[in-house]
């Protein structure tokens, strides 16, 4: 079965810095999806970014951008000038290109500091 | 923008009542999904539905049931609540092709005492 890991429960950034989100998951599939969503503090969950794993080159939206290492089975969300609107529970997600399940990690809280 | 609604924010209820909730979409989705939030165990999908009347078991799809009678409209079954079942609960949806994003609702957080 796949499994996604999220290793950081917490993460804490100063705004206008960088900081990265880490996520390991395991597979045997070749081909699958791969999510980053945000969870506002009370708030709906959005998707933030998508990976298709046959695209060789990273996906970037805006201030988002990953660091995907399909060897390495690594999905990391690098967010640029952190705002403070950034704050929230990051999860991984990992989808199967045959089913309609994602795969959840338990997610990080990211705490940005004005 | 696509509006998946939850019909409460907050519930308690009593051990060995029979729960419902609710989550509508307005998009015509043909995926509906319910998810289980747990601090530490991020989500855990409880059951989904590709099509009216059509559903599948998730990963942990005990003491729970679903319905969908209409293609916007999937409704979550506690037959019997019990403390173990204390959590907040999130609906979603997507298009037939779940390589499109999944649009999520707010969330009911349900106490069962």
């Known amino acids: 079965a796949q499994t996604v890991t999220q290793s950081q429960p917490e993460m804490s950034v100063q705004e206008a810095e960088t900081v990265t989100l880490s996520c390991t998951y395991d597979?045997?599939?070749?081909?699958?999806?791969l999510f980053w969503y945000k969870q506002p503090p009370s708030r709906q969950m959005i998707l933030v970014i998508r990976q298709e794993a046959y695209k060789q080159q990273n996906a970037t939206e805006n201030r988002f951008s990953v660091n995907f290492q399909k060897a390495a089975k690594s999905f990391s969300l690098k967010i640029s000038d952190s705002q403070l609107g950034d704050a929230a529970m990051y999860f991984c997600?990992?989808?199967?290109?045959?089913?309609?399940?994602?795969?959840f990690g338990a997610g990080t809280i990211l705490r940005v500091k004005s | 923008d696509v509006k998946v609604t939850q019909s409460s924010r907050y519930l308690v209820k009593r051990t060995g009542e029979k729960v419902f909730l609710e989550c509508v979409q307005d998009?015509?989705?043909?995926?509906m999904f319910w998810y289980r939030q747990d601090p530490g165990l991020g989500l855990r999908l409880i059951y989904f539905?590709?099509?009216?009347?059509?559903?599948e078991k998730g990963d942990i799809p005990e003491g729970y049931s679903v319905s969908r009678e209409k293609k916007e409209r999937f409704s979550l079954i506690l037959e019997s609540a019990s403390t173990n079942q204390t959590s907040m609960y999130l609906c979603?949806?997507?298009?037939?092709?779940?390589?499109?994003?999944?649009?999520f609702g707010p969330g009911t957080r349900l106490t069962v005492t």
């Open positions: 997600a990992y989808r199967t290109p045959y089913g309609n399940k994602l795969v």
């Open positions: 998009m015509d989705h043909e995926n």
């Open positions: 539905s590709y099509d009216v009347k059509m559903k």
């Open positions: 597979t045997s599939e070749s081909d699958y999806y």
């Open positions: 979603a949806s997507s298009l037939w092709d779940s390589t499109y994003e999944q649009y």
